[in-house]
């Protein structure tokens, strides 16, 4: 049995690599480096052909997309707690987890790589802005869900990977300008998963600054 995860520092693989090394796995991680376009590289096409972090290849097999990595580790790790078990409870962190990736994640995209989005210089100029006022508005609401929840973490009484994705999405507001000061329970909620020794190896490995807020980008 062997796990590889490519990743990309501070990139939304982070909520797989926070999932390995809470789950304590024995895992290989595997360094992307997007800004020199090794995603596109037909070694890396061929584990993914959409070029995207994160991969984790489980025992040869190549597996993508945040959520389908996240149930995959949740279910082969069922002792760390990763999510919620049974219930309502698994049902709600699962909503929330789709929201983090197929909402607030996207919408941060055409913050940062509007280019994605248009080839008009002054249309990508639109996109980022229209965008980032979005990108406000979901963080508020995961402020919302954070301040909201039960337990110590956002599925209970254990970190996992939406607390792994809610310092993903905070952090990458910071590039934006966006001040995690002003979303307070999220960024106590942040600094208390960098904390955890587990997330602590992960943040070292990508070699993250947790707060990475520009005032001037806003
Ligand atoms: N829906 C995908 C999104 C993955 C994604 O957006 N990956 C970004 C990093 S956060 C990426 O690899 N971007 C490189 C590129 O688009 O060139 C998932 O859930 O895994």
């Known amino acids: 049995m062997s796990l590889k995860l490519y990743y990309a520092p501070g990139a939304c693989s982070f909520v797989p690599h926070a999932a390995l090394e809470l789950a304590g796995a024995d895992f290989e991680p595997v360094l992307v480096k997007l800004h020199k376009g090794e995603q596109r590289t037909p070694e890396f096409l061929a584990l993914n052909p959409r070029g995207q972090v994160p991969v984790l290849v489980d025992d040869g097999v190549a597996i993508t997309q945040i959520v389908a990595i ?53 249309a990508q100029a639109a996109v980022k802005a229209h965008a980032l006022r979005q990108y406000r508005d979901l963080l508020t609401e995961l402020e919302t869900l ?26 990458w507001g910071g590039f934006a300008g966006i001040d995690p000061a002003t979303l307070p329970q999220t960024w106590a909620l942040a600094q208390a998963l960098a904390d955890v020794p587990a997330v602590a190896r992960v943040i070292e490995r990508e070699r993250l600054k947790l707060n990475v807020y520009q005032p001037t980008a806003a």
């Not at 995209?109 to 280019?115: E, Q």
């Open 146 to 171: 954070v301040a909201r929840r039960a337990g110590a973490w956002l599925a209970g009484d254990r970190p996992g990977v939406l607390d792994a994705y809610a310092l993903t999405l905070l952090r």
């Open 70 to 122: 996240c149930l995959h580790l949740d279910a082969r790790f069922p002792q760390a707690g990763l999510l919620p078990g049974v219930g309502l409870a698994r049902t709600r962190a699962l909503e929330v987890l789709a929201w983090m990736n197929n909402t607030a994640h996207p919408t941060f995209t055409h913050v940062f790589m509007p280019a994605k989005f248009t080839d008009d210089a002054a």
